[in-house]
Each structure stands twice: as structure tokens, then as C-alpha cells.
């Protein structure tokens, strides 16, 4: 069992679940995010719910690139090692190219692709000294496709963590005690998408229930996972082949 385990965007949506899920296995917990007083409310809550795991919490912007480092090693320090990482901090909200949005798509490209890559790169060295360790990277469905609008930096980020990962994995297909997984979530209601059109949003299921899939499918630690797989296995099958003129319709 991953004992000991860190996730990043801790503090709302799918890392607050998946932080509920795993300390409901028994497992000591490393949570970061901005907004300390949210990190310091789960914790509370999570301590009462299970006395018995130790929970470290931290305030972390995943863009000031050089805290990483220093927080990831500060948790492995606090709780003796790390066993798994979860890259799975994120921001949505894009605009469409070209339309005036250059600062909010650089953002969204600086927390979901550079700040991923240094996440994954304070792990990897982590994992790397103990011979062992899971890292696990949130990516998106929106992965499949170029998408329109307001999601077309937010979809090249992910496709960009999903392709650093494959990349990553590859390079430890000889060492099998580490472990490199790629999460593509379909749509989860969270603060993320809260306000976003249902006709923009297929099969949207609710925050809670995805994160206990999403924690389900990152202990079967394979490569990677479509969250939930149904019916999104086959809506990727079809997006990576449908006309540019059905992604538009339905994304
Ligand atoms: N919800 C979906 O439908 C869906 C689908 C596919 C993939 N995902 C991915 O799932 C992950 C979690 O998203 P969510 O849906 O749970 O959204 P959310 O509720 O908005 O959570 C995002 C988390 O990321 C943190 N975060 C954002 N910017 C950060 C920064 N610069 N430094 C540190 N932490 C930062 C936020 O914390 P602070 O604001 O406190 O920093 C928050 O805890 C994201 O990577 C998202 O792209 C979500």
C-alpha cells in the first residue's frame, strides 16, 4: 500500500475528494494549495474523521516554480517518504486565441503545464533517491482534441502533461518499483466548471462521485486511466477521429 501521499490543488473539487478518499484507506497525507484556511478546514476535518493518519498541509502557488521543490521535499521530510504524488492542481477559464486573452491562457498553460512538469520533476528526484514511488498526473479528456474557445489553452495543457508523462513512464520501464500513471477525467461538477454551459459539458457527473473513481483507478496504478470509463473509453475512440465539426458541437 502507498502510504504516505501528496497532492497538489488540495483544496477544493477533485484533490479535497480524492484527500477524503485516501484517508478513509488509512493513508498519512501532504496537501497543498494557495488557499491555506481551505487546506486548514479539510484538515480539521479530516483529523476528527481519522485520528490515527498524520496530515501535513501547506500553502503552495505551483507556479513559483522554486517552492515546489522546497515544499515537495519539506512533506517528504514530515512524513518520512513520499510513496505517490498527485499532480492535480489546475485552472480552467480560458479565452479564445487571438481575443485579448493572452495573459489568462499563459496562466493557464504556466499552472497546468510548467508547474505540472516541476511537480513532476520534484517527485521524479524523490522517487528517484528511494527506488520507489507512484506519481500520478491529472490530465483531461480535453487531451484528445485541439478544443474551440475558451478551452483551447486549457486542452493543449493537458494534452502537453499527458505527453510529459509518456515521456516520464518510458524512462522508468526498467525500474518497476516507480510507477507513472495519467488520469483523463470526463466532466466533474467542481468549483472549476461550476458555471459552464451543460450543453458544453457531456455526461457530467458529480465532484464526489469522480474522485472516489478517480482514487479507484490510481490504486489499480496503470499506466493510464479513462475516469469514468463509461462511457468516456468510447467517446475518446470517437474523438480522436470525429470531424472537427462534431468536436465543436459537443465540447
Ligand atoms: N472538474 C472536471 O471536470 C475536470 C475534468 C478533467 C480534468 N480536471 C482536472 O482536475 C484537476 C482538479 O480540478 P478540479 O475540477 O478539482 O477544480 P477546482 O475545484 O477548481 O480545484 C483546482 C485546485 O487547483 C488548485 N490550484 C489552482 N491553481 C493553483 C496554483 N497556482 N498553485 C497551487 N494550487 C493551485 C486550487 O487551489 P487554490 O486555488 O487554493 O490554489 C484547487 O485546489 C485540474 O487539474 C483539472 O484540470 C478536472
Not at 487546506?39 to 503552495?60: C, G, S, T, Y
Not at 475518446?236 to 459537443?250: E, H, N, S, T
Request: proline share 4%.
Amino acid at each position: 500500500m502507498r502510504k504516505n501521499i501528496l497532492i497538489s490543488g488540495a483544496s477544493s473539487g477533485l484533490g479535497a475528494g480524492m484527500a477524503r478518499e485516501f484517508a478513509q484507506r488509512g493513508c498519512n497525507l501532504g496537501l497543498c494549495a494557495r488557499r491555506l484556511d481551505r487546506l486548514d478546514q479539510l484538515k480539521a476535518e479530516l483529523a476528527a474523521a481519522h485520528p490515527a493518519i498524520k496530515i501535513a498541509i501547506r500553502a503552495l502557488d505551483v507556479t513559483h516554480y522554486d517552492d515546489v521543490f522546497t515544499a515537495f521535499r519539506a512533506f517528504r521530510d514530515e512524513l518520512g517518504t513520499l510513496d505517490r504524488v498527485i499532480v492535480n492542481a489546475g485552472i480552467g477559464e480560458g479565452m479564445p486565441i487571438g481575443k485579448g486573452g493572452f495573459a489568462r491562457n499563459r496562466a493557464i498553460i504556466e499552472t497546468n503545464f510548467l508547474a505540472a512538469l516541476a511537480q513532476c520533476e520534484a517527485a521524479m528526484e524523490i522517487f528517484r533517491a528511494q527506488g520507489t514511488g507512484h506519481l500520478v498526473v491529472i490530465s483531461s479528456m480535453s487531451a484528445f482534441r485541439g478544443l474551440r474557445g475558451g478551452l483551447t489553452a486549457y486542452a493543449a495543457s493537458k494534452a502537453g502533461v499527458a505527453a510529459l508523462t509518456e515521456g516520464i513512464r518510458t524512462d522508468v520501464l526498467r525500474k518497476p518499483a516507480i510507477k507513472v500513471t495519467t488520469i483523463f477525467p470526463g466532466y466533474m461538477r467542481t468549483e472549476m466548471n461550476q458555471d459552464a454551459d451543460p450543453a458544453h459539458t457531456p455526461f457530467l457527473i458529480d465532484g464526489e462521485t469522480g474522485a472516489r473513481l478517480i482514487a479507484r483507478a490510481i490504486e489499480r496504478e496503470p499506466a493510464t486511466a479513462i475516469v469514468p470509463w463509461w462511457p468516456w473509453a468510447p467517446v475518446g475512440y470517437l474523438m480522436r477521429r470525429a470531424p472537427l465539426r462534431w468536436i465543436a458541437k459537443a465540447f
